[in-house]
């Protein structure tokens, strides 16, 4: 029994009053408030929100029959339970009682198991209409769908917790609803509007849709882009989705289907975009356009929609060519400015299929959406920590580090220490031979979890870089509270540094910042002669570029001199 449940006993007799409030005490229920007659009991209502009224029937001034009906006469107390009271056993009083809206009848002398039971079910009741009433809230009475606020408070919701992650919505317009609702009636729109929302929650099936009623006449649908089959499959939307929608719909002699009035629009974008309420009103606009031109369907951007669908088409493979170990790893050496010695690796990954090379551009970002970047992480990893235990093998005067570059997801997992350690204990490798990168994004997200991470690695020999410094968050913080072993400064910086004079003057107090914190540079992207030059004379200290070196796979990076 709920508790915390208020109840007004009224009746004018003290002793009645005093009997029930006590035994109401002995049920736990401690909020009980007393009215000595009618008026007293709504006078009582409007100051307090009752969760049952316990109402004696025959009372001077006003009489509960009284007040009974004005109670059932206004909205905000009609689901008060109330049980009437009487020492009358006439079955008319019950009836009368009964009509006027009471929930149940008590007699006099009070029976306390009958009492309890009344009670216990009159508290459940009103309970359940809370539940009810919280529940409609915020879901629409007819399709039970998601109302607006809800709707879009979800997909934002899902869309900050996936913020590399493609998101499609759906929306439907019904336009027969609004011509049902003139012509048959308000209750016939209601009846095609439910079945339309039971036919689509029947063809998207599953956990992976969120569903909302947007309008009257608009259904919405939210998804990640990569479960989402109909985009994956290319079905027919007008003949295996809004062909469904028009089964007819019986009522009682009428029949109703309109799918020459329902048109669809679908939007597909990232969080770093759209949020949910612009990914709403996109979809809502294409929808528009689709009506406007005489369409069942339109995309808000067919070709953002042609290009999402052909990276999930790329998806499944990239699993496969992981689980076959079709990836290959290429190194790029890297090199002393003033003399092109070799002094460290970075390892790249590519991914060679029979058409070609399928572009880091276009599988990478496809790995952070889809989760699978963890998994190329540890592909990486294993296969670079392997490769330098092999050189170290071969060649036991071998003495250069290999850079690897880490996801930020993966350097906000707090297993990512643990899996470098086993790494480099497998290959018998102290932690000096590995350098791990990072990019600004990572220290933006679980900074507890990187400070983690990157303190354990670091205190095992492992060296940190930052990766393409100045392209991100780009807070100078992050080098006084991170104290990284390299600063990797992005080739933004380099492209046509020869004429441009800012960046000439930008250069060379970036490079200062990391030589005052003790942190070896690493120029990226320097393909020129003059480029090479005015690195030195900025006193850079390593350089990394097609100018020297491009990246090989190992059998051509086993040619070099240095493992002769």
Not at 162 to 186: I, R
Not at 232 to 256: A, G, R, Y
Not at 294 to 309: I, P
Request: hydrophobic share 40%.
């Amino acid at each position: 029994m709920n508790e915390d449940a208020s109840i007004l006993v009224v009746d004018d007799n003290e002793d009645n009053r005093y009997t029930l409030k006590r035994r109401l005490k002995r049920m736990g229920l401690k909020k009980v408030v007393e009215a000595e007659n009618g008026q007293e009991a709504l006078n009582q209502v409007e100051l307090h929100d009752f969760d049952m009224i316990l109402l004696d029937i025959m009372m001077p001034i006003m009489d509960g029959y009284e007040v009974l009906k004005r109670l059932r006469s206004e909205k905000r107390f009609l689901n008060i339970p109330i049980i009437m009271i009487s020492a009358l056993s006439d079955v008319e009083d019950v009836v009368k009682a009964i009509d006027l809206g009471a929930d149940d009848y008590l007699l006099k002398p009070f029976n306390p198991v009958l009492l309890r039971a009344k009670v216990e079910a009159s508290l459940v009741k009103k309970r359940l209409f809370e539940i009810e009433k919280n529940f409609y809230r915020d879901y629409d009475e007819c399709t039970q769908l998601a109302k607006p606020d809800l709707f879009v408070g979800s997909l934002d919701g899902e869309m900050r917790n996936n913020p590399d992650t493609t998101f499609a919505v759906y929306y439907f317009k019904f336009t027969t609803y609004h011509q049902l609702s003139q012509s048959t009636g308000h209750e016939d729109a209601e009846k095609y509007i439910k079945h339309c929302s039971v036919i689509l929650k029947k063809t998207f099936a599953g956990e992976n849709y969120y569903f909302g009623r947007l309008a009257d006449d608009a259904i919405a649908i939210f998804s990640i882009a990569k479960e989402c089959h109909f985009l994956i499959d290319q079905i027919n939307f007008e003949q295996q989705v809004l062909k469904l929608l028009d089964e007819p719909v019986s009522n009682n002699d009428k029949t109703l289907r309109g799918t020459s009035q329902i048109h669809l629009g679908i939007c597909l974008t990232t969080p770093k975009l759209h949020n949910g309420e612009q990914l709403i009103a996109n979809s809502a606009f294409a929808c528009e356009t689709a009506i406007n031109n005489n369409k069942k369907v339109a995309y808000y951007d067919q070709d953002t929609h042609e290009k999402t669908l052909a990276k999930f088409k790329l998806e499944p493979k990239l699993k496969q060519a992981l689980f076959d170990k079709k990836l290959v790893m290429y190194y790029q050496p890297i090199v002393l400015g003033t003399t092109g010695e070799i002094k460290t690796f970075e390892a790249l990954i590519r991914w060679p299929t029979e058409t070609g090379m399928i572009s880091p551009g276009e599988f990478i970002p496809l790995a952070e959406e889809t989760g699978l970047i963890l998994d190329l992480d540890d592909y990486v990893m294993t296969s670079v920590c392997a490769q330098i235990g092999l050189w170290r093998k071969q060649h036991p005067n071998f003495k250069f580090s290999v850079g690897i570059n880490i996801s930020a997801r993966h350097w906000a997992d707090s297993q990512l220490s643990e899996k470098v350690l086993k790494l480099l204990a497998l290959n018998d490798l102290p932690g000096h031979f590995l350098k791990l990168e990072m990019t600004e994004s990572a220290l933006v997200g679980d900074i507890k979890s990187v400070r983690s991470n990157f303190e354990v690695l670091q205190n095992n020999g492992v060296q940190i870089a930052l990766d393409d410094f100045g392209t991100g968050y780009a807070s100078l913080s992050y080098l006084l509270d991170f104290p990284f072993n390299v600063l990797k400064i992005d080739r933004v910086f380099i492209v046509d540094i020869e004429t441009d004079e800012q960046k000439q003057k930008l250069l060379p107090a970036i490079l200062q910042i990391s030589k005052s914190l003790n942190m070896e540079s690493i120029i990226e992207g320097v393909e020129t002669k003059e480029q090479v030059d005015i690195v030195n004379q900025c006193k850079g200290d390593l350089i990394q570029g097609f100018y020297f070196y491009k990246p090989s796979p190992v059998d051509v990076i086993n040619q070099l001199s240095i493992f002769k």
